[in-house]
């Protein structure tokens, strides 16, 4: 039966039994109102001329129209005859009327009179009483239909209310609850509604549907078992070890490359939490680093990470990638993670270049250190007026063969300073300072390079300052570098602003100029190693900011720089207090 033949059928049948309930429910009201009436109109009628024949009667000796009121009543009442003998009695009561209208003194005939008008009223009180008994049951019947036809609608409505919702609603729920089973790729589901609804005809489409969609999985399945095997061939040719993961950090693959660096075997790690094996493995805990802001999720931004392996006592370094497997459905803007691909690349060598290169950089550094400071020390002899006078054109190629050291001298420092940051060797002697005189030392030491140029100190600096963990003489070493850079980049007859202050467990260094400031685009690689901004014409390693960097962060301190291009910039610098 169709869902719309239903729906109307029950509709339908509770309209016509309320109509049925409204209809004898009217006929009962109207069958009480016409007995009320009876018994209301009738006999209440005949009671009132009764009652008015007789006072007519008990007023004859003193009212002389009493007989011709007495006549008008009792025609009415001939007209009112509703009951069983009123009407003998009626007639009787007319015939004495003619005798009192012959001799209105004739006692028997106004004794009768009375009598029979006794009589009629009695009548009419009796049949008040039945009436009213009539009525009675009537309206008992009534009630007792009503209610049972009450019933009656009441349990068909309740019938229909129980029946008809679950009739229709039940096999809609079976059928979302099954197509929410084929969304999660579950295509055997099936669905069986009897009869030939509607609902019927949608099992029978729905049943269809998940048969084709049955079929295709199922060859779906082969080709991508087909595809998985070359994926697997080709990651295996690969000889850069690979491992991927899902959303749920769950492992769904990886190459023969990564299980021999790792130590791990394929039927031990496909299927197994990543998190899980991280706790057991070095490789995959430096590998997997969690973004501490979003929840279960991988921290992409450690992209080309260095990681350190011991294989068979050699050390291994390999840079890592992070790649995310995203998808768009199709007309879709958002897109979902699929899950993640760590692609490792050997540096090794690249590594040992470097630290070959490194090596050699501080052999040199150390081997031209000896005779720059040997020629420095002798242009100082040749300026001492003990060795011999010397004519103007001399003194400047000394002076300028000192700057020339002194140059060379610096450049050395700084080589060899990034040697010892390169192979991690960075000796500090971290203790209880006064960041206020590491700073006086510092600005004292480029004083004579600040008159050169005019330019003056304006010394921000409270007077008492507590003591700051730190090593003296690379904190200064820093300091005097970002005053020096300052005044490097500063015009003539500029001032430059050096402040500091305590900021709880922390004290701030700042050193502002107004030189040509830093393009926003090289804010971020100005600490990078060897990088000058293009365009500048000073001269410089590119390592004065690198090194510095590596120092105050060696310390638990952070450097930082807020520039604008064509204002000037601000480096400010944070150590720690002595808590």
Known sequence: MKIKTKLNLGIGLLFTLISLLAFFSIEQINSLSSDSENIIKDNKETIAYTRNMLKALSEIDKNKEALSIFEGYLIKQKSNITEIGEKELTEKLSANFQLLKENSNNKLALDNAQSFLFEIMNINLKAIELKNIIASETAKRSILLISLLSIFCFIIALILFMKLPGNISNPIKELIRSIKLIAANDYSQRVDFEGHSELGELATSFNTMANKLDEFNKSNIANLLAEKKITETLLNKIHYPIIGF????????????????????????????????????????????????????????????????????????????????????????????????????????????????????????????????????????????????????????????????????????????????????????????????????????????????????????????????????????????????????????????????????????????????????????????YFRVPGTNKEGTGLGLAISKEFIEAQGGQISVDSELGIGSTFTLKLNNNL
């Not at 500063?490 to 500091?500: A, H, M, V």
């Not at 467990?505 to 100005?526: C, E, F, L, M, W």
């Open 246 to 529: 899902d959303e749920y950090m769950k492992v769904i693959l990886i190459n023969e490359e990564f299980l021999k660096i790792s130590g791990l075997n394929n039927k031990e790690i496909i299927g197994a939490n990543i998190l899980e094996i991280a706790s057991e493995n070095d490789l995959i805990r430096q590998l997997i680093i969690m973004d501490p802001v979003k929840e279960n999720k991988l921290s992409t931004e450690e992209t080309n990470f260095k990681i350190h392996i011991d294989k068979q006592g050699k050390d291994i370094y390999f840079e890592k990638e992070i790649q995310e497997i995203v998808y768009t459905p199709y007309n879709q803007n958002e897109r979902h993670l699929l899950g993640y691909v760590i692609v490792l690349k050997n540096i090794t060598k690249f590594v040992d270049l470097d630290l070959a290169k490194t090596n050699f950089i501080a052999t040199i550094s150390h081997e031209l250190k000896t005779p720059i400071s040997a020629i420095k020390f002798s242009l100082q002899l040749l300026k001492n007026v003990k060795t011999g006078m010397l004519n103007d054109e001399q003194r400047d190629l000394i002076i300028s063969c000192e700057d020339d050291t002194d140059r060379l001298l610096k450049i050395i420092s700084e080589l060899l300073n990034i040697t010892q940051i390169e192979t991690g060797n960075i000796q500090l002697n971290i203790m209880p300072s006064y960041l206020k005189d590491i700073l006086q030392y510092a600005i004292n030491t480029n004083k004579f390079l600040a008159e050169q140029k005019d330019i003056s100190f304006n010394i921000i600096c409270p007077e008492y300052l507590p003591e700051v963990l730190a090593d003296k003489e690379k904190t200064a070493w820093v300091i005097t570098n970002l005053i020096s850079n300052a005044i490097r980049y500063s015009n003539k007859n500029s001032k430059i602003i050096i402040s500091i202050s305590n900021n709880g467990n922390q004290q701030i260094v700042s050193v502002t100029d107004n030189g040509q400031g830093i393009d926003i685009q090289y804010k971020n690689k100005i600490f990078d190693r």
